[in-house]
């Protein structure tokens, strides 16, 4: 089972991603308030989404104790880094928030995904790959192959990641596919 995390602890945590690390001067006692002060003067962004001063505080903290991420005291500096059990955390977090972006002007090009699963992966993987592609608006030509007008390579690849099937999957990029009307129509690309 998954543990759901607020916004101040998914920003943190994304934050650490995207940057590596944070380090904030080891002159205070009251690190965590230098750190997060740190975060909120370098993150606009985390007060415009409402997130609080004091629970950005206790999310480090709570991030901290639970070993996903680790805060060290390295050469006059408080350094925070993700951890392994972090990153896989930011991973889930990107996968349970992902979207496929819809293109103002589609490229007229159909992404494929087509996958072969071997039985010894588990029925249960490929059926949570069909649920995946489902939620992300792929269309379903056959059992195994989804089309999706948009571009997806990052978000395919980060299900292929979490779900450990990259050597099962693959995308093509394809300009044409007969009787793609059907999928034009679907995709609301063209009017009837």
């Not at 950005?56 to 991420?69: D, F, P, T, W, Y």
């Amino acid at each position: 089972m998954r543990i759901k995390y607020g916004d101040a602890a998914k920003t943190v945590l994304l934050i650490l991603m995207a940057s590596g690390m944070i380090a904030v001067a080891a002159t205070s006692p009251y690190f965590l308030i230098a750190l997060t002060k740190s975060l909120l003067r370098e993150k606009k962004y985390l007060a415009d989404r409402g997130i609080k001063e004091k629970n950005l505080r206790r999310s480090l903290a709570g991030l901290n104790k639970n070993k996903i991420v680790v805060i060290k005291n390295e050469k006059d500096k408080f350094v925070v880094r993700l951890t392994e059990k972090g990153r896989s955390i930011v991973k889930e977090i990107l996968f349970d928030d992902m979207k496929i972006e819809k293109q103002k002007s589609w490229d007229k090009k159909w992404r494929i995904v087509i996958f072969d699963i071997p039985e010894k992966k588990r029925r249960s993987m490929r059926d949570a790959m069909r649920f995946k592609l489902q939620l992300l608006g792929f269309y379903q030509m056959q059992k195994s192959v989804w089309v999706c007008p948009y571009p997806c390579e990052k978000e395919i690849q980060l299900v292929c990641e979490v779900f450990d099937i990259n050597p099962y999957v693959n995308l093509i990029t394809a300009e044409k596919i007969y009787n793609d009307d059907v999928l034009a129509k679907h995709f609301k690309l063209i009017h009837s």
